[in-house]
């Protein structure tokens, strides 16, 4: 079956940077459009990126220019790094895979890690 394992997560000051990566397995990784979200307390989950199979990218607006998601194919994983961190970042991060390569629809990113913690201190 397709597993998710998110990692990379943790504490950092405001103005500060983080990777998190996704190990995926189950799957063929180099097909895939592979997906982060984010989800505040008392939030929703939203989206913030995604890299499709052919290297792709997309972001929300709230993290262009900040994050940068890539994918090693040969470690079929996918990272986000995340710079210039703003407490409003704060939020469990999900990967989310779809086996779509060029999947554009956030509901066909159907299988899901069980996230990494990411805390922006002021």
């Known amino acids: 079956q397709v597993q998710l394992v998110e990692s990379g997560g943790g504490l950092v000051q405001a103005g500060g940077s983080l990777r998190l990566s996704c190990a995926a397995s189950g799957l063929t990784f180099g097909s895939s459009a592979m997906g982060w979200y984010r989800q505040a307390p008392g939030k929703e989950r939203e989206f913030v990126a995604r890299?499709?199979?052919?290297?792709?990218?997309y972001y929300a607006d709230s993290v262009k220019i900040r994050f940068t998601c890539s994918r090693d194919n040969d470690k079929s994983t996918v990272y986000l790094q995340m710079n210039s961190l703003k407490p409003e970042d704060t939020a469990i991060y999900y990967c989310?895979?779809?086996?779509?390569?060029?999947?554009?629809?956030?509901?066909?990113?159907?299988?899901w890690g069980q996230g990494t913690q990411v805390t922006v201190s002021s």
């Open positions: 989310a895979a779809s086996k779509n390569g060029w999947a554009l629809r956030h509901r066909d990113y159907n299988y």
């Open positions: 890299i499709f199979s052919g290297g792709a990218t």
